[in-house]
């Protein structure tokens, strides 16, 4: 092209050096006059090391976008894994409120944590917020206080306890007889934290079960005059 009288933008090449070592060189030229012919001035500059830190940085661009990428899709995993976990976690406390049985979380102090619909109604409250605090003992008859600390403890070396039988008593003072099924429940680091429990009311069927036994009793001293 200079030979035909036409400016050519720069260019790059690579040169090997007397001692081997290649070199990324990029030549300029541009046509003169020289001592009055047409000449071709050019200027040749090493940009080897540009060309490396351009390449470092290409590179570290790469890894910043499947870095990127990478969070992206942690992102959006756990954006799943947080929706299936409101998910569940709203099943379960429907499965919770909607459950014939009376369902609390006690803290290891003793207190109320939770209580569902069928809990407030068993003990003869309004509000669960009536009973979150409360010591579960105000709610258990004094006779059955010490085998209630005894489960407590064996339900933290067991970790769960099944239908064991409980006098409880009502928010007016009456009795109620529940069967309770309790799971120690723990942390993220594995310390026991409270007791989630399942309380039946059996009352009834021990008031008929107190008269059948009764009604038998009473046939049986017939028969035997």
Do not use: W
């Not at 959006?76 to 009376?102: C, G, I, W």
């Not at 944590?113 to 979150?132: H, Y």
Request: charged content about 30%; proline content about 2%.
């Amino acid at each position: 092209k200079h030979s035909m009288g036409k400016e050519i933008p720069p260019y790059e090449y690579e040169i090997i050096t007397k001692r081997g070592k290649r070199l990324t060189v990029i030549n300029a030229t541009k046509l003169i006059q020289y001592k009055g012919k047409p000449a071709i001035l050019g200027v040749v500059t090493d940009i080897t090391d540009r060309k490396h830190a351009e390449g470092a940085l290409l590179d570290l661009n790469k890894k910043l976008s499947r870095s990127e990428q990478q969070l992206r899709q942690a992102n959006q995993r756990l954006f799943k894994q947080q929706l299936a976990l409101r998910e569940n976690l709203e099943l379960y406390q429907a499965l919770v409120e909607t459950s014939p049985d009376a369902v609390i979380l006690i803290e290891t102090n003793g207190r109320f944590k939770m209580t569902n619909r069928q809990a407030v109604r068993l003990f003869g409250f309004q509000k669960s917020a009536e009973l979150i605090g409360k010591n579960v003992l105000q709610f258990i008859a004094g006779k059955d206080h010490a085998t209630a600390r005894n489960d407590a403890r064996s339900l933290t070396k067991t970790g769960g306890v099944r239908r064991m039988a409980y006098t409880f008593l009502h928010k007016n003072g009456s009795i109620l007889e529940a069967e309770m099924s309790a799971t120690l429940v723990r942390d993220a680091a594995g310390r026991p934290i409270g007791f989630l429990c399942v309380l039946r009311n059996i009352t009834d069927r021990r008031k008929a079960e107190d008269a059948l036994r009764e009604s038998e009793e009473r046939y049986r001293s017939f028969v035997e005059r």
